[in-house]
């Protein structure tokens, strides 16, 4: 029997897809219905507004971690965290920064797959140009009335697709 991740390539071989946990705007909560979202996964995206260091070495127990900087991410810690990075995974380009309207380059130009991006704390993903958008939403402190959410990336079939995890919550934190 074939794990859930796996698939057989068309020469008949089994072939792994790549998940990627996709994280943001934690704001320094990292909620236990988060880590079990993400648990599984090969590779952590936080994008930015992580709030405490703390955040980043628990996530780190799941799998290896790249973060960028968010506007709230002012500390010393957070000095070391980039405002954009770029990972190249299973052949797919992901370019990630907090803010999307901060986005100074053509995604499908310079040859991005996936922009990886939080700060709007609202889940969304769209494919614009061949190019994926994808907003996890936010995992911290619940925001308004938006919902509290993680993100996945599937890499497979040379592709890559994107999954929204609504968070069903077991304990209420205060909004902000």
């Given at each position: 029997?074939?794990?859930?991740?796996?698939?057989?390539?068309?020469?008949?071989?089994?072939?792994?897809?790549?998940?990627?946990?996709?994280?943001?705007d934690t704001h320094g909560?990292?909620?236990?219905?988060a880590i079990e979202a993400l648990r599984g996964s090969e590779y952590i995206?936080?994008?930015?507004?992580?709030?405490?260091?703390?955040?980043?070495?628990?996530?780190?127990?799941?799998?290896?971690?790249?973060?960028?900087?968010?506007n709230v991410d002012k500390?010393?810690?957070?000095r070391?965290?980039?405002?954009?990075?770029?990972?190249?995974l299973g052949g797919i380009s992901i370019y990630?920064?907090?803010d999307l309207s901060q986005l100074d380059l053509k995604p499908e130009a310079a040859g991005f797959s996936v922009v990886v991006s939080g700060h709007?704390?609202?889940?969304k993903q769209e494919t614009r140009e061949g190019v994926l958008y994808f907003n996890p939403g936010s995992a911290g402190p619940r925001r308004f009335r938006l919902?509290?959410?993680?993100?996945?990336?599937?890499?497979?079939?040379?592709?890559?697709?994107?999954?929204?995890?609504?968070?069903?919550?077991?304990?209420?934190t205060a909004d902000f």
């Open positions: 029997m074939m794990e859930r991740n796996q698939r057989r390539s068309s020469r008949g071989k089994i072939e792994k897809a790549i998940l990627i946990g996709v994280i943001s909560l990292l909620r236990p219905e995206i936080h994008a930015g507004d992580v709030g405490s260091p703390e955040i980043l070495e628990q996530l780190s127990a799941i799998g290896p971690v790249t973060a960028v900087r968010g500390g010393p810690w957070s070391n965290l980039p405002e954009t990075q770029v990972l190249e990630v920064l907090h709007s704390h609202a889940p919902p509290v959410s993680v993100g996945r990336l599937v890499l497979e079939h040379g592709g890559v697709r994107g999954e929204i995890l609504q968070l069903a919550l077991r304990e209420t």
